[in-house]
């Protein structure tokens, strides 16, 4: 059975959405604190599909967990914050996390969250998985991205982006559409989010060269992936 795991200092908390992840077909895994997230994410790496991820959480709080994870995993990471801070959802995307959920909650709207993000991972296409554009490749059976021939450690979240930008050239995503095809139609978020992952996105692209090819902002409508085909 799929893992989630599920990381709040609060007992109650996670005794709901084990219960929900249950219903959902996922075994829960329960961590109370920072270092106990960590320890039994390493345990169950392999097995853990998704994590809901507190920020305020002792030893060490949510922020140092998902930098600790992206050091080695693009598992999905949900942060949850309990004040709602428009700084702390920049951050938490910043850092690696897919998407927030801010406390007071509903248990079904985390789960519907969870179903959205599970969704998007499925790999339930029988098309072509890999795509090369000039010095950049995207295989999306396995997450991977090289541009001039070097890795980089992109999130789900991130790939996904610039696959559906790459596959789809030249044509103009609005954020909403972006929000719709990446993160789902249940998704309760905002637009702010596609612009975080995008720069995050870009910031990682920029560590090497792409003179024929970038993601463009059409100011006021949205981005496009445009290759240029007169750079020297």
């Known amino acids: 059975m799929a893992k989630i795991l599920i990381a709040d200092d609060n007992e109650q908390i996670t005794s709901i959405l084990a219960t929900y992840a249950q219903k959902e077909g996922l075994e829960p895994i329960i961590a ?22 507190d920020v305020m959480m002792p ?23 309990a004040r709602g801070e428009d700084f702390e959802k920049i951050m938490g995307l910043d850092i690696g996390a897919d998407d927030y959920i801010v406390k007071p909650f509903s248990a079904s709207e985390v789960m519907a969250r969870v179903r959205a993000v599970l969704r998007r991972m499925s790999p339930d296409q029988k098309d072509d998985r890999n795509f090369t554009i000039d010095n950049l490749t995207i295989n999306l059976e396995e997450y991977k991205v090289t541009v001039a021939e070097h890795d980089l450690p992109l999130t789900k979240k991130e790939v996904e982006l610039l696959w559906t930008f790459a596959k789809n050239k030249n044509k103009v995503f609005s954020r909403e559409n972006l929000l719709n095809s990446i993160w789902g139609y ?15 996105l870009r910031a990682k692209l920029d560590q090497y060269p792409h003179e024929r090819w970038e993601i463009k902002t059409i100011w006021g409508v949205g981005y496009r992936f445009e290759e240029k085909f007169d750079a020297e």
């Open 32 to 53: 109370l604190d920072g270092e106990e997230t960590l320890l039994k994410f390493t345990k169950n790496s392999s097995e853990i599909q998704i994590i809901l991820l």
């Open 59 to 81: 030893k060490k709080d949510g922020f140092e967990v998902c930098r600790e994870i992206r050091k080695t995993s693009i598992v999905p990471i949900i942060m949850v914050t």
């Open 186 to 200: 249940d998704y309760f978020g905002d637009s702010r989010t596609v612009d975080s992952h995008i720069k995050r």
